[in-house]
């Protein structure tokens, strides 16, 4: 059974930062894509960055520039680097995984003017 925990979230001002990590077990983490979403209020889930086994990424642009996806092998944890937070990053973020299609239970961020 794939779980996925996300920490780290919390309430920060504008252009303030936040890491999150996500613990994976259940899984061969290194083996696999990994991805992190992000779903703002009345707003459809966005999947805003992607990390390959071989540590390959990409984001969203809206993110782009401002949030680092990586990873730790060793670890079976997955993190986000938020910088420059904009209140329109306010909302729930996911860890998923496209095997057996697994996200976690998600976490709240909240960014204030």
């Known amino acids: 059974q794939v779980q996925l925990v996300e920490s780290g979230g919390g309430s920060v001002q504008a252009g303030g930062s936040l890491r999150l990590s996500c613990d994976a077990s259940g899984m061969l983490f290194s083996a696999n894509p990994m991805d992190w979403a992000h779903q703002a209020p009345g707003k459809q889930r966005e999947i805003i960055a992607t990390?390959?086994?071989?540590?390959?990424?990409s984001y969203t642009d809206s993110v782009k520039g401002r949030f680092t996806i990586s990873r730790d092998n060793a670890k079976n944890t997955l993190y986000l680097q938020m910088n420059d937070l904009k209140i329109e990053d306010t909302g729930v973020y996911y860890c998923?995984?496209?095997?057996?299609?697994?996200w976690g239970q998600g976490i709240r961020v909240t960014v204030s003017s």
């Open positions: 990390i390959t086994s071989g540590g390959d990424t």
């Open positions: 998923h995984t496209w095997y057996r299609d697994s």
